[in-house]
């Protein structure tokens, strides 16, 4: 797909005003100059020496089963990701490659890589070849990977992407802190060559209302292989989104063991604050074009609604217009609400049925465990003024989006996104007093229940 393409598609989704602005926020966006910067983010050779030294040191060196789904894999893509694979400074894994092709292309590829590279796959490594019988989709081939795995931690990859070299290295120092059952990292994008890099993805450590909404966990997720056998892999009819149907019912799985919210078990999700994933983009992937799985956002709103059934909470979505985010609308409980006289409440456009701004947060306060619930107050200036809080360490407070130009979206869409924060204040929120103040009582920020300073 051309650039002039993907400009009109993008025209065509926002309108006029939509596409300015989000040409607008975008030449103003942070890391912009990501690509000058990408050493600072990875670690330098000294370091990956000293990581090579460390590993054989811990006490837990568990084994790490990379499983691969290929299909017809360009050979320069598979190349590359083998390359990742052997440059871990941890070497205690197995690449599995389910291979789904019609052809010998996959095969033949691994066969000339591995005469070039007699050292791959000895050792404590090993590589785990399997021509599927037939291309039964990603989420079946997938599966099939998974029968072959026999690590105590399982790593997802797509055929097309790299690893950074200390990739499973910072997930096995993480595990040496601490037995986790669910691990995300960050990640950012880089072209066909592996030459420019671009729009780095810090996510936020673990939260629950933001995976709702969109799948910002992703690449690259490591899950306990007890886990995965507890859930039971992937599931065909979501594929597009199978990824973010096997994260929504691994989290359920850690903090919704019988059905009810457990606190105490989110310290089993463990976020990896590192770019260790290199998502390719190219006009077959969702990264280099969102549009070319189009089908990809329907099946992540069923995998949402899925989640919401087997809680058994009542919930409406709908598909945001932003590509692979979703509008949450709960049902209303009998609480009441608390907000500063001096603002006016709008009506809470996009939420299905349409409601006020004060309804907005009594329904999203309905949910399980949470306590309270801020919405998004807009200065004079039309800049956001709060919208919700973040703790510091000293004790104060920080708001959230401050000063942010009301038509941006924020990084990586933040400001539009349901999602958890530290305090809600009593500018424009609706707190259950009951719940408040508890340990473990969920915060939320609600984007779609807005108000303004008069």
Same mark, same amino acid.
């Given at each position: ?317 709908? %598909? ?21 006289? &001096? ?5 809470? %456009? ?82 259950? &007093? ?15 229940? &807005?108000?303004?300073?008069?």
């Amino acid at each position: 797909m051309s650039k002039l393409q993907k400009v009109l598609d993008i025209y065509k989704r926002y309108g006029f005003s939509g596409f300015f602005n989000k040409l607008d926020e975008k030449l103003h966006a942070p890391y912009r100059d990501y690509n000058k910067r990408i050493a600072e983010y990875l670690p330098s050779a000294a370091e990956r020496k000293e990581q090579e030294k460390k590993q054989a040191e811990f006490p837990f060196r568990p084994l790490i089963s990379i499983v691969v789904p290929t299909y017809e894999t360009e050979e320069r893509f598979l190349t590359d990701l083998l390359n990742s694979v052997q440059n871990q400074t941890y070497p205690k894994w197995e690449l599995i490659l389910a291979d789904g092709s019609k052809t010998d292309r996959v095969r033949n590829c691994l066969e000339r890589y591995r005469r070039t590279n007699p050292l791959f796959g000895e050792g404590e490594s090993l590589v785990r070849y399997q021509r599927l019988e037939k291309n039964g989709g990603i989420s079946e081939n997938t599966n099939e990977g998974l029968k072959l795995a026999q690590g105590d931690y399982i790593a997802f990859m797509d055929h097309d992407d790299v690893l950074t070299e200390n990739a499973l290295y910072e997930a096995v120092t993480a595990l040496n802190e601490k037995p986790y059952r669910f691990l995300y990292t960050d990640e950012d994008k880089v072209n066909v060559t592996l030459s420019f890099f671009e729009q780095p993805h810090f996510k936020k450590d673990f939260d629950l209302e933001l995976l709702r909404t969109n799948n910002y966990i992703c690449h690259l997720l490591i899950l306990e292989k007890k886990l995965l056998d507890e859930i039971g892999g992937f599931r065909k009819e979501f594929d597009g989104s199978q990824d973010y149907d096997l994260t929504l019912r691994a989290v359920e799985q850690i903090i919704f063991p019988d059905g009810k919210y457990h606190a105490e078990k989110r310290d089993e999700i463990h976020h990896i604050p590192k770019i260790c994933y290199h998502w390719r983009m190219h006009d077959a992937s969702t990264a280099g074009n969102s549009s070319s799985k189009s089908y990809t956002a329907s099946a992540g709103l069923r995998a949402v609604e899925a989640h919401f059934k087997r809680l058994q909470i009542e919930a409406e979505l709908t %598909e945001r217009i932003e590509v692979g985010c979703y509008r949450i609308t709960y049902s209303k409980p009998p609480v009441e609400m608390f907000s500063d006289e &001096k603002i006016e409440f709008r009506i809470a %456009e996009g939420v299905v049925p349409r409601t006020g701004a004060k309804e907005e947060l009594l329904r999203t306060l309905m949910q399980e465990q949470v306590g309270a619930v801020c919405g998004k107050v807009y200065a004079k200036d039309g800049t956001i003024d709060q919208a919700g809080l973040k703790t510091l360490p000293d004790g104060g407070t920080e708001k959230l989006f401050h000063g942010l130009k009301g038509s941006y979206k924020g990084y990586e869409r933040r400001a539009v996104l349901k999602q958890e924060s530290d305090a809600a204040g009593d500018t424009f929120s609706v707190i259950n &007093k009951e719940l408040y103040m508890k340990p473990g009582t969920r915060i939320l920020f609600d984007p779609d229940a &807005k108000a303004d300073w008069t």
